[in-house]
């Protein structure tokens, strides 16, 4: 998809629109576009300072104008101090650092960002991405950015757009995403743990619809009966979101509501939360909680209440959501 946004791609169908102008049949170079690579590809023989002023030298620009330009990006990135160094007197953050600048300099239409932290431990990625947010903030161009990294799209964007095989899946804001996914592919990939997904089928007794999962059934709310009732005896997919699931001690007798019993196979402490491994007969479920003074242990027995409102059902063959 960038490829095709910098021209170095033919597109098969439709309109590529930069600042309301088809470009279809624009060079890349008159594109007016400026790309981040995922491995930086900076001049190892060339200055912080001739790496980022490069494109605008091939250019023409004036030199008081490029160091103007340079300086500025150099201030933004918190890079000033750097212009004299060589690439390879720069650890990875620096040096993703002056490809940003390299391409703020350039002052385009449209930032393409390829995967750009991929290559950068995990605590560098947090930094990284709160200061490319706050320079996305400073210099308010359209920006595309491509990851594999949930958290970035979230934290990042203010529109995301969910690919799958090529195929889009959902364009919408994070929130969109995270509270009304429209296909299981989506909200498997937004949040972390990801949403637990077992088959089920919505079976109606009484005068109530319940999700029979096999190992446990529980009890639709009524605002869900008119979408899901036409999926009675039928084969669905029941999601529920880790931070939806909060577990009781059985024998302390907590809980109510929609629950399900439920052996606490692997506990994982994260400080503020807890990751607890539920077995549920022949179901795994991961619950996500607040950090509670007693914490389970392994092999208890646990009561589940799940907030039913917050759950999802997809189609099984589909994987369309029901709701």
Excluded: W
């Excluded at 002052?107 to 490319?132: C, G, H, W, Y």
């Excluded at 969109?176 to 972390?192: C, E, M, N, Q, R």
Aim: hydrophobic residues 40%; proline residues 5%; contains cysteine.
């Amino acid at each position: 998809t960038l490829r095709m946004i910098a021209g170095l791609e033919d597109i098969t169908g439709g309109e590529v629109l930069i600042g309301g102008d088809v470009v279809n049949d624009v060079p890349p170079k008159d594109r007016d576009i400026a790309m981040v690579f995922q491995n930086y590809a900076l001049y190892p023989h060339m200055s912080v300072y001739e790496n980022m002023s490069f494109g605008l030298r091939l250019k023409k620009i004036p030199k008081d104008e490029i160091a103007r330009r340079v300086q500025n990006a150099a201030q933004i990135l918190d890079i000033s101090e750097l212009l004299e160094r060589k690439p390879k007197q720069l650890s990875g953050g620096q040096r993703q650092r002056v490809a940003m600048g390299r391409a703020i300099v350039r002052d385009p239409k449209v930032f393409l960002f390829d995967e750009p932290l991929s290559n950068l431990d995990a605590k560098l990625r947090v930094q990284m991405r709160t200061e490319i947010k706050e320079v996305h903030q400073k210099v308010r161009t359209t920006t595309v950015y491509v990851t594999h990294d949930q958290v970035e799209a979230m934290t990042l964007a203010d529109r995301v757009v969910v690919m799958n095989g090529g195929n889009i899946e959902q364009v919408g804001t994070p929130n969109d995403l995270y509270h009304t996914p429209t296909t299981k592919f989506v909200a498997g990939f937004i949040g972390s743990p990801a949403m637990n997904f077992v088959d089920a089928q919505p079976v109606r007794e009484a005068d109530a619809i319940y999700i029979d999962a096999g190992d446990f059934k529980l009890r639709a709310p009524e605002s869900f009966n008119a979408r899901i009732e036409p999926y009675a005896g039928r084969k669905v997919v029941f999601g529920v979101r880790p931070e939806d699931m909060t577990a009781h001690d059985r024998a302390a007798g907590e809980g109510g509501g929609n629950t399900l019993t439920a052996r606490a196979d692997v506990v994982e402490t994260l400080g503020s939360e807890i990751f607890v491994h539920l077995n549920c007969g022949n179901q795994t479920l991961v619950a996500r909680m607040e950090a509670p003074e007693v914490m389970p242990s392994v092999g208890q027995t646990l009561e589940v209440e799940l907030k039913m409102s917050k759950t999802h059902v997809f189609d099984k063959e589909t994987s369309q959501t029901i709701l």
